[in-house]
């Protein structure tokens, strides 16, 4: 396996994507702005050296969510922009961008801004034909840690409401599936 940058990689679904890129040999680097050194996606000096270091065969878009405190442009920043500006600044033969069935689902969404996020890294993986190859996985609700305590605190009519959890490990399997084929390109993976 070759060198990876995974995104949001300090917790959750980014350290799950990261570790299963690390036992399958690949050279890890795990950028969060909780990671050690710290690395903020949204800062362009920061992005643009751990780039330039890593020099990754392949990255994995996966930083994001709702930050407290945070407002609609901070959380469109945090997961589109960000996703965009990290993938022209790598030298990443394959990129996997990981959204969320948020910007595919057509209802109200507590974050507008994430939803819209979402929507715009799937529409950018459909519509880029550039020589990267570039595939989107679109999880529902994951069951990460974050995700469990959530889930335990609902009524049980609220968790049929809500429907199965995604497993940690269902994402990093259809990663890695994505990584395998060659022939992947543009491709959206839904999984619910």
Not at 168 to 189: K, P, Y
Request: with cysteine; net charge negative.
């Amino acid at each position: 396996m070759e060198r990876a940058v995974v995104t949001g990689a300090a917790a959750g679904i980014g350290q799950a994507l990261a570790d299963r890129l690390h036992a399958e040999g690949a050279r890890v680097w795990r950028a969060d702005i909780q990671g050690d050194p710290p690395v903020d996606v949204t800062d362009e000096a920061q992005l643009a050296a751990l780039m330039a270091a890593a020099r990754p065969d392949v990255l994995v878009n996966c930083a994001g969510g709702i930050p407290a405190g945070a407002s609609e442009l901070d959380i469109l920043d945090l997961n589109l922009r960000a996703a965009l500006r990290t993938t022209e600044l790598s030298s990443a033969r394959v990129v996997i961008h990981i959204a969320s069935v948020a910007g595919i689902d057509d209802g109200p969404h507590p974050s507008p801004a994430y939803a819209a996020a979402k929507a715009g890294l799937v529409r950018f993986t459909t519509a880029y034909a550039g020589p990267v190859r570039m595939n989107c996985i679109v999880p529902g609700w994951i069951a990460t840690a974050r995700g469990l305590r959530e889930r335990e605190q609902m009524t049980p009519e609220e968790r049929d409401a809500a429907g199965p959890m995604v497993s940690m490990d269902a994402i990093a399997d259809a990663m890695m599936a994505l990584l395998r084929d060659e022939a992947a390109r543009s491709r959206v993976v839904v999984i619910r």
